[in-house]
């Protein structure tokens, strides 16, 4: 009877990691078992995971799929980095944690280094990072038409020029449609069954002028590539976000970024055309500095160099 309500009262109900969890599953319109293939998880992990029982494990694959991450607390690829590196800046040691958590110092190793419950990560962030909460979901920046279309404005020649000009031809576009002018010798398109996401990015040149309406997402698996060796250089047209403490604190250490000056006229699904209501960067990963030199020569703008 006692161990019932004890496990009961631990469970994070209330917990914002929990609560936002199944809010962005049925934002994308999934059921639970959509989110557990997603995941590789059983349906049954994904309804204990929205009552805040079982593994952190489960959670971390859950949020990887939902593309669901929180600021508030560092930086880290996963949650489970996010709270060793909060630990760290505070200066709070292990036994000092278990302390102030109630946890044992195995517990809280075992969550630093991606395991432990749900519940174990919930207890730690309250003592560490309180005020943790979602990183808001990214948006399309295109005022109007549906999000297919939003997402779906392909590089004009104009803009293409240049970029051939300074970085030579196209290996790889991982992001493809068969109706963008942008050349490349392979093209991951969605409708055949690629998906630029999972694949492995391979070739001399990549180019990614991806969905902005999952701008982080796309940059951070061009730099996944990148550090990979899959590809010597990539470049990504994307809008001037420099809000993410991942852009100041990698990207701003692994690329070098263009800042155009003017915008581009995109080109749409009906074959019309746009420019941005917003600004535009180039992120280049691997350039050389003659690679950089030729594009400054054709393209107004400035380079910020990676430290
Ligand atoms: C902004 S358009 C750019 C097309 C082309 N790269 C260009 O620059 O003209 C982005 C395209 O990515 C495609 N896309 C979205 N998610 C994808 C994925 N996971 N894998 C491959 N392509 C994807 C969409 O079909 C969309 O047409």
């Known amino acids: 009877m006692c161990r019932l309500i004890l496990l009961k009262c631990d469970r994070p109900r209330r917990h914002i990691l929990i609560e936002v969890i199944r809010a962005a599953r049925k934002a994308k319109g999934w059921l639970q078992r959509s989110l557990a293939a997603r995941a590789a998880v059983s349906s049954q992990a994904i309804y204990r995971l929205e009552r805040g029982i079982g593994s952190a494990k489960t959670m971390e694959a859950a949020a990887k799929a939902l593309d669901y991450r929180l600021t508030g607390v560092a930086p880290g690829r ?17 036994s000092s944690l278990a302390k102030r958590t109630g946890l044992s110092p195995t517990t809280i190793s075992a969550v630093e280094n991606g395991g432990g419950s ?14 943790a909460k979602r990183r808001a979901p990214e948006r399309a920046y295109w005022g109007q038409g549906d999000k297919e279309d939003r997402d779906s404005r392909f590089t004009p020649e104009e803009f293409m020029e240049p970029v051939y000009a300074a970085f030579g031809d196209i290996d790889l ?15 991951f398109i969605l409708g055949n069954g690629d998906d630029g996401l999972r694949d492995a990015w391979f070739g001399r040149f990549v180019y990614v002028n991806p969905p902005f309406s999952a701008q982080l997402r796309w940059l951070r698996r061009a730099h996944e590539q990148w550090r990979m060796g899959n590809a010597h250089t990539i470049a990504c047209l994307v809008p001037a976000r420099t809000d993410s403490a991942w852009f100041h604190e990698t990207l701003r250490a692994d690329a070098d970024v263009y800042f155009l000056q003017g915008r581009v006229r995109f080109i749409d699904l009906r074959g019309g055309s746009q420019a941005t209501p917003f600004s535009l960067m180039l992120v280049v990963f691997g350039a050389t500095a003659e690679q950089k030199e030729a594009f400054a020569a054709t393209v107004a703008g400035f380079w910020m160099d990676r430290k």
């Open 78 to 94: 996963t949650l489970a980095e996010q709270l060793r590196n909060r630990r760290v800046k505070q200066k709070v040691s292990i």
């Open 118 to 131: 749900i519940a174990s990560v919930v207890r730690i962030l309250k003592v560490l990072a309180p005020k």
């Open 173 to 187: 576009d991982p992001c493809g449609h068969p109706s963008s002018p942008v050349v490349a010798t392979r093209r």
